[in-house]
């Protein structure tokens, strides 16, 4: 069966107008173009993302039918929680998202539309898990410098005040390469010691990976402009920029800014939303199917064919929102110079194991701690999730007595070197390892009452050097071919659960025509 996919046209197919990404619509995120008002829509892919683009179409005054393939058995992708018997809540995905920001407003008032606003657990920014982080390093913990103190004065790890890194930053003249590696950039304005220290651990904390690897310019996109549009990271962060403010702000997101939230979770945990928004867009119409693996997806006169095991749909709009190299097996050989573009878009597996201590005191009190590679490649850190989320520890074997929960994470982008194929490696060697680290970084040395181990495989998207550049000729392949896709997720512009509803919402957009409500 061939596609229509090279610049072949057939005659009884007219190309539709296009609605461009670009002037007037105030949206960004979701690469893709569409025609006007398609009758059917298909969602690829029951992560979180392909979720929200079904809650925004669901909601349009005249909705599309929609029809959301999950190739799993079950809808929320990486937003996996666990409840055990004692009502402790374990997350093995995301834990906390933050309210900053119009997206992470849009993802507030979603949560309030899907009746989840009573659920909310909130972490005020007066809290110790917002205030506290830690480094390891050199066999102890270090808290992150903050304040005042930190500015004027060495604090170990660092051997200078970071006073000099900022100086530093304000007097080196702004960067013009069109991208460089976070290592490259940091090194580059703040010095060595920020870069190996600081940003390594930052992008082992949010992209499980290698900041030598990971492009500035894609992970950390307000850093890279601020640099450019100012001459300093500092002065382009301190600095009133434009297009901050989008919308009036209003229920939870007022709420949250009242109370200075720093970041949220649902006390049934983060799965739970991918729970409320099911109950949310079936009933409005939406055919959601699960166990329905996308396994081949072409456009033939004027229509998208999707073929799942055992049958053929078809839609005349499609939203991937599939992990890139997913989208890419599914693609067709004349589709090859967009295949090979997603390809190119990796991602890091990550051994997340859960442990639950009965009685057991923290060293210290925080968010948890980050491990800078130089230390221990394998080991990315340890949440202390009781500290943020203490309402999920469930209750304590003895009455009056304490659960402590922590969340080992290894692997990343140091997975194979560390452990071998994820596929293949044995759940009681990440355990021993994790256990070990609890015991060595936070000298808990007892046996968990909880212990549950997790390898999440290719589960966060690594943006490396040219990320942008190739998505940028995805949109060109797209735009010139007149393909009604929609690409959102964690694999384009934000592998962050605020930047996937974003691209979700942005994407749902450009196919109605208009941006949807709030
Ligand atoms: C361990 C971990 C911790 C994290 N912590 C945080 C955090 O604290 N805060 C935060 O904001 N973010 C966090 N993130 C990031 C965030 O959770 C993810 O980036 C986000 O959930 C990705 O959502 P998605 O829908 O784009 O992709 P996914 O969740 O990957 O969803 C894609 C879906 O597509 C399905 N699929 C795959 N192939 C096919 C096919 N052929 N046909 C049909 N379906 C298919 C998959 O089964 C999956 O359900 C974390 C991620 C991980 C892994
Ligand atoms: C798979 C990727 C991730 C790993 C591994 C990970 C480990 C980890 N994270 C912290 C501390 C924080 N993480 C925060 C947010 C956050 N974490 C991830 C992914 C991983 N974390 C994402 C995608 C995000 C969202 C980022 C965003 O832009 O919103 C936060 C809160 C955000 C902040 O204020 O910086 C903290 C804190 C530790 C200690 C850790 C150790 C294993």
């Not at 018997?85 to 998202?97: D, K, S, T, Y």
């Not at 050989?333 to 442990?355: C, D, G, K, Q, T």
Request: charged share 15%; proline share 9%; net charge positive.
């Amino acid at each position: 069966m061939r596609c229509s996919f090279p610049l072949v046209r057939l005659p009884s197919a007219p190309p539709l107008p296009l609605i461009s990404g670009g002037k007037g619509r105030g949206q960004s995120g979701g690469l893709g173009t569409a025609p006007l008002m398609p009758a059917t829509v298909a969602v690829v892919g029951g992560g979180i993302s392909g979720l929200a683009a079904c809650y925004h179409l669901v909601r349009a005054p005249r909705p599309p039918k929609v029809v959301l393939l999950e190739a799993s058995g079950r809808f929320g992708g990486w937003l996996q929680s666990t409840r055990s018997p004692e009502g402790a809540v374990f997350e093995h995905g995301p834990r906390g998202v933050r309210p900053a920001g119009p997206a992470g407003a849009q993802t507030l008032h979603m949560v309030s539309e899907l009746g989840l606003a009573g659920d909310i657990l909130a972490v005020p920014r007066e809290h110790p898990a917002a205030r506290n982080r830690f480094l390891y390093l050199g066999g102890a913990l270090h808290p992150l410098p903050s304040g005042l103190r930190g500015l004027l004065r060495a604090v170990p790890p660092f051997s200078r005040a970071l006073l000099w890194n900022a100086l530093r930053d304000l007097l080196t003249p702004a960067g013009t390469g069109p991208d460089e590696s976070a290592h490259g950039f940091a090194q580059r304005r703040f010095g060595p010691e920020v870069a190996e220290l600081a940003v390594d651990s930052l992008c082992r904390g949010v992209f499980a990976g290698d900041s030598r690897a990971l492009s500035v310019r894609s992970c950390f996109p307000a850093l890279f402009q601020a640099e450019r549009q100012r001459g300093s990271v500092l002065l382009g962060l301190a600095l009133p920029h434009g297009g901050g403010g989008a919308g009036p702000e209003a229920g939870l997101a007022r709420r949250a800014r009242a109370e200075r939230w720093s970041q949220w979770s649902l006390r049934d945990g983060m799965e739970s939303l991918a729970r409320a928004l099911v109950a949310f867009v079936s009933p409005r119409g939406a055919e959601l199917r699960c166990h329905s693996p996308l396994t081949h997806l072409c456009h033939r006169r004027g229509r998208w064919q999707l073929t799942v095991p055992g049958a053929t749909l078809t839609a005349d709009h499609v939203v991937s929102a599939l992990p890139a190299s997913a989208l890419a097996r599914a693609l067709p050989a004349e589709a090859e110079p967009l295949a090979r573009e997603l390809r190119a878009i990796p991602a890091a597996s990550v051994a997340v194991v859960n442990l639950q201590y009965e009685g057991a005191t923290l060293p210290v009190t925080g968010f948890g701690h980050l491990v800078p590679s130089s230390e221990d490649p394998a080991l990315l850190g340890i949440v202390y999730d009781s500290v943020a989320f203490p309402e999920h520890d469930g209750t304590p074997a003895t009455p009056g007595g304490t659960s402590l929960r922590l969340t080992v994470m290894l692997g990343g982008a140091w997975f194979q070197q560390s452990f071998g194929d994820p596929a293949l490696v044995a759940p009681e060697l990440l355990l021993s390892r994790a256990r070990a680290a609890v015991s060595d970084h936070l000298g808990l040395a007892g046996t968990p009452r909880n212990a549950i181990v997790r390898v999440q495989q290719d589960c966060i998207p690594q943006y490396t050097l040219g990320h942008w550049e190739r998505l940028e000729r995805i949109q060109r392949f797209l735009k010139e071919q007149q393909l009604p896709l929609s690409l959102i997720g964690a694999s384009y512009s934000g592998v962050s659960v605020n930047d996937c509803i974003a691209s979700a919402r942005a994407a749902v957009g450009k196919i109605l025509g208009s941006p949807p409500e709030p």
